[in-house]
Each structure stands twice: as structure tokens, then as C-alpha cells.
């Protein structure tokens, strides 16, 4: 398989073009053989009339010029030749060696000079040398014309620029005012240049001003070379704003300039200041949060708290925003961040975990809810609210400890106990109470007491219940009768105490029920 590539032409640069001015045809004829052959397009003109046509038809890089010519002298074509160009080299001709010719023709500004017969070697020396020496002036002027194009379009930038650009010498003289300068700081260039820097500045910033110009123009010292500042300008109406300040300083033929590039940063100081009393509110309302609020980025750093989680860790606010966990708490950083990263991933919250926090004092309980954000970039985070539970949980301990020991306590009374609520339905019993009414003790709990009750009585025992609730002083049926129901139907005799239990959660009623020995007659059935 052959592969074919196809190379980009270069461009052809034409040889250098000389033209031959002689009216002698032999003369002419000999040298264009001989610089056509040294690599020259050569043209070839028999007046000097001709010669100046072709010179303005097209450009030389050298010309070879007969002084002896039929329509005018070699002299003043030379002279003519050099207003068309003036950085064309011409070479003089001529048969005679006269001085004060080749002395007048070198003093017009030819080139050089050979006397017929001439030597060709020498001819073609000089000619590659005037050839030469237009190339340097054609690079020179080109070189030229692009810096100048260059420093047209840098004032271009310069006056087009969004920001005031100030150019001023090493005495503070303003050089340079663009328009964004003007526009600025009110003043036309016109009333600026010239005047000191000291113009556009409030007085509290002249004196150090000065102080530091001095300092450079003594010792070269430039502190704010490459730095940004900020300050505030000095509007024409007498007006102070804030203003950024970009600095360079530069040496450029022994002299110093200075430059400033100026911005009104008075927008986005305001802007900033919004930010912050924003920022003020927010963190006084996350400081009223009865919580410990984190935001977190996915790279476990906080990115704001509030005092209580700062507390939490004997620290302020500012010390822990943008820190990690891992510093602040490197035992549980791990976990946390792990549990971050899954709500994270998810975009689902994560609530109600009842954890261990490591403060500063003591590790405590607290109950977390970890919830998804997004900020205005799209970077997700997470949110983080942790409450104290540790008071609760003790609460809660104490609670299950204190219904511990009650059960015990019911387990082991030699009476049947029975606890109920203000709608008679049965909380707790011990086994001696459903011993005493045959039941299993499942298949009381939750049942309504009634069913202890006799039917004949069962009616108005809720009116009892009721009234025992409206005025629960201790009342005991002391040696008066109470009729039991069993589960099997029979009926017994028993002694009740009714004591009451005010609690958070309502009223509640225990009994102690003793059996009485079997007797004829009744007692109090109520």
C-alpha cells in the first residue's frame, strides 16, 4: 500500500531586481549577462527619463547608474532616484576617474562608485552589498511600521479598556489618562496631564504618597510593584469611592514611570457588605437553632456552624469553619464522614440517628438529622442538625429503671395488683392476680377491668371509676365485702385498695385485691 503526502508549496521569493541605467547598449548588454547570471532579474534603461519612469513602475534593491547620460546628468537622476526612494542603493558609472565627480556623487548619497573598465568580480561584490543594505533598510522599515502598528493598537486597548490605566513619571506627573479614567474620576485628559497624582487622591493618602515616591527615586524600592491595593479615589466633585488598584514601576532610558490599572469596586463593596450582614443573619438565626448545626462540604470541612456546635468543643465559630473533622474530632471524623458521603450519594436524608458525640468534656447523646444540599454551583454538601439527648435518655433510663423495680416490686406483693388507666383498661397485673381471677396474665392486659365484675354490679362500676377519679383520695372497702368475678364464672369475696398515680401522661389507678375468707352474709357490694 503506498501511501501518498502532498507537501504545502512554499512561496517563491523573487531575486532581487537592479536596474542598469546606460545609454552605451554593449555596456548594458554586458551587464545584464553577467548580473542575470549571478542570480538578478535585470532591467535595462537608456535615459534618465526612462530610469526614473521604472523606478517609480517598481522597486529596486540597487541601481546602476551611468554618470554620462544623453537627457540629463547621472547626478541628478541619482538625486531624483533618492526622493522616489530613498533607501535605494545606487552605484555610479563612469569612464573617467574624476575626483570631484566621485566626490559629488558620494556626498548625493550614491552608494558606491566604479570607474570603467571595471573589474566583474568587484562588481558583483558591490552590488551584493547594496542588495544587502536594502534588505536591512526594507527589514528596518518594516520593523518599524509594525512596532508603530503595535503601538497603535496598544492605545487602542489602552483608551478602550474597562479599566482607568494611569501612566505617570517618577515624579508622580500624570503621562497617560484613558477614557475609562475619565469616566472614573470626572477629570478630561486635558485638565489631568501634567498634574500630580496627588489630584485624584484624598488627603490622607498624599503624604505617604510622596513619602514613597521618594523612597523609589532614592533607592529603587518599590514595595507594591505587582501587588493589588485597595483604597479610595478622589472624584473631580470632591466625591470618595473605593477603588482597586493594580501597581508596576519600570526603568526605560534611565527614567522611571509608574503605572496604575484602576477599578470602582463600589458595586461590589456593597455587595460584599450585603453578603455580610446577610451572613451576620444567618448566623444569628442558626445560633437560635436549639441545635448544633453543621454544613459540610463532601470533603468533611465545615463550611458554617453555629455557636452551639462551636460550643460543643470549647471553640468559637470562626475557629472551626473551614476546618475538617478530622481535626476537630479524629476518633468519629470517619464515621461521620462516611454517613455524610451516603446521604450525599443518595440525595436522600437521613434522620432520627441516635449517636455518641465526642465534645470536649464528655461524650453525650445527641439525635441527628443529616439533609442533602446543593449550593448556587451545584456542589453538593450536606446539612447537619444534632440535638442534646443525653437529659432524655437519662429520663428515659431513669423510666425504665423505675418500671423495672415496680414490676418486681408488683411481682413480689402477696396481694393481686392490677394497674389501670382512667378507662378502666388493664396496664399491668401479677401472676397472683390472675392467679386470683383464673386467668393467664396475657389475657388481661389490655382488657377493660370490668370483666373482674360481676354483671349485676358491672353496670354502675364505670360511675364508680369515675367518681373515684374526680375526687382519687386513698379509699380501702376495709372489712366490707367486694364481689370478685373469675374467669370460670365463680364469684369471691376481696378486700381492695385503690390508690392513684398522677403522671404526665394522665391518671392512673393501682389496686391491691385480697382475698376474704368465705362468710354468709354481704357487705358493702358497691
Not at 541628478?76 to 566621485?102: G, N, Q, R, W
Not at 448544633?292 to 472551626?320: F, G, P, Q, T
Not at 461521620?336 to 441516635?354: C, F, N, T, W
Request: aromatic share 6%; proline share 4%.
Amino acid at each position: 500500500m503506498t501511501v501518498m503526502s502532498t507537501a504545502t508549496p512554499q512561496a517563491t521569493v523573487p531575486p532581487p531586481a537592479v536596474l542598469i541605467v546606460d545609454d552605451d547598449p554593449d555596456i548594458a548588454l554586458a551587464l545584464h549577462d553577467l548580473l542575470g547570471h549571478a542570480g538578478y532579474r535585470v532591467q535595462v534603461a537608456g535615459t534618465g527619463a526612462e530610469a526614473l519612469a521604472k523606478a517609480k513602475a517598481e522597486t529596486f534593491a540597487a541601481v546602476l547608474l551611468d554618470v554620462m547620460l544623453p537627457d540629463m546628468d547621472g547626478l541628478s537622476v541619482l538625486t531624483l532616484l533618492k526622493e522616489i526612494d530613498s533607501s535605494l542603493p545606487v552605484i555610479m558609472l563612469t569612464a573617467f576617474v574624476e575626483v570631484a565627480k566621485k566626490y559629488g556623487s558620494l556626498t548625493e548619497g550614491a552608494f558606491g562608485y566604479l570607474t570603467k573598465p571595471y573589474d566583474a568580480e568587484e562588481l558583483k561584490a558591490l552590488v551584493r552589498r547594496a542588495v544587502g543594505v536594502k534588505d536591512l533598510s526594507i527589514e528596518a522599515a518594516s520593523a518599524k511600521s509594525a512596532l508603530s502598528a503595535s503601538e497603535q493598537r496598544f492605545r487602542e486597548v489602552v483608551q478602550t479598556a474597562p479599566d482607568a490605566i494611569i501612566l505617570a513619571d517618577g515624579g508622580g506627573h500624570i503621562l497617560t489618562w484613558n477614557g475609562a479614567a475619565e469616566r472614573l474620576f470626572g477629570y478630561g485628559a486635558d485638565e489631568v496631564i501634567g498634574q500630580l497624582l496627588t489630584t485624584i487622591m484624598p488627603e490622607r493618602y498624599r503624604a505617604p504618597h510622596q513619602r514613597a515616591l521618594e523612597r523609589v527615586r532614592t533607592t529603587g524600592e518599590f514595595r507594591l510593584k505587582g501587588t493589588t491595593v485597595t483604597m479610595h479615589g478622589l472624584h473631580k466633585t470632591g466625591r470618595e469611592f473605593p477603588i482597586e488598584m493594580s501597581l508596576s514601576s519600570w526603568i526605560s532610558d534611565g527614567r522611571r514611570f509608574h503605572c496604575g490599572i484602576v477599578r470602582d469596586i463600589t458595586d461590589r463593596k456593597a455587595a460584599e457588605e450585603q453578603l455580610r450582614q446577610q451572613q451576620i443573619e444567618q448566623q444569628v438565626l442558626l445560633d437560635l437553632i436549639p441545635a448544633m448545626v453543621w454544613y459540610k462540604d463532601s470533603h468533611n470541612r465545615i463550611l458554617r456552624a453555629n455557636r452551639r456546635a462551636a460550643d460543643s468543643i470549647d471553640k468559637s465559630v470562626a475557629e472551626i469553619e473551614g476546618r475538617s473533622t478530622y481535626d476537630l474530632y479524629p476518633e468519629e471524623a470517619e464515621k461521620y464522614h462516611r454517613d455524610d458521603m451516603e446521604v450525599i450519594a443518595s440525595g436522600q436524608p437521613k434522620l432520627g440517628i441516635v449517636e455518641l458525640y465526642a465534645g470536649s468534656h464528655e461524650k453525650r447523646w445527641v439525635q441527628t438529622d443529616k439533609v442533602p444540599y446543593r449550593d448556587a454551583v451545584g456542589n453538593m454538601g450536606v446539612l447537619v442538625f444534632a440535638q442534646d439527648i443525653t437529659e432524655r435518655k437519662r429520663t428515659e433510663e431513669a423510666l425504665r429503671e423505675s418500671e423495672q423495680r415496680l414490676r418486681i416490686m408488683v411481682e413480689a406483693a402477696v396481694n393481686g395488683m392490677v394497674m389501670v388507666n382512667a378507662d378502666g383498661m388493664i396496664l399491668l397485673a401479677n401472676a397472683q392476680l390472675a392467679a386470683q381471677f383464673g386467668y393467664d396474665r396475657r389475657e388481661l392486659l389490655g382488657q377493660s377491668v370490668d370483666r373482674l365484675v360481676p354483671d349485676r354490679y358491672r353496670t354502675r362500676h364505670p360511675e364508680h371509676r369515675s367518681a373515684f377519679l374526680t375526687d382519687p383520695s386513698l379509699r380501702t372497702t376495709g372489712r366490707r365485702e367486694f364481689i370478685g368475678l373469675r374467669k370460670d364464672g365463680t364469684e369471691f369475696p376481696i378486700a381492695i385498695i385503690l390508690t392513684p398515680m398522677t403522671t404526665a401522661d394522665g391518671v392512673y389507678v393501682v389496686a391491691s385485691v385480697s382475698d376474704i375468707p368465705s362468710r354468709v352474709g354481704g357487705g358493702d357490694r358497691s
